[in-house]
């Protein structure tokens, strides 16, 4: 049912947090998974999080996951890509055959009148394929 399974991940308690659920669903299904981390390019003006833009930190955050992942027995690969992170983790969906985008949410777009513009909710809407939000 779910071949191929996409986890965009950043470096956040909740990204972390999806990861149970994710290896739930890929050995569930015996699903390929690709975990994505996007870098966000700012716009001018725009200040910048050293932290969550660096190579290094990058290149840590995606090795941290396949250990993960390979630590239960599920293979990975991974991908970093540039770009605004909803759009992006749509187009990645899109061109690797995604059967279902599984991320966390930080619930930043929730105010009183609704949901505003988060990244999940950018996802659900835009994504060619369903989308597992964990809370």
Do not use: H, W
């Amino acid at each position: 049912m779910f071949k191929t399974v996409l986890f965009p991940i950043d470096q956040t308690r909740e990204s972390r947090q999806a990861a149970e659920v994710v290896a739930n669903v890929v050995k569930t299904y015996s699903s390929r998974l690709i975990i994505l981390s996007v870098v966000e390019i700012p716009e001018e003006g725009e200040a910048t999080n050293p932290e969550m833009t660096s190579a290094e930190a990058i290149a840590k955050l995606l090795e941290d996951a396949k250990n993960l992942f390979q630590s239960e027995g599920i293979d990975s690969e991974t991908m970093e890509r540039q770009g605004k992170p909803a759009f992006t983790i749509c187009d990645v969906a899109d061109e690797i055959e995604s059967d279902l985008i599984i991320m966390g949410c930080r619930g930043i777009g929730l105010t009183e009148e609704g949901v505003t513009d988060s990244v999940s909710n950018r996802v659900i809407n835009l994504a060619p394929c369903p989308v597992l939000v964990v809370p």
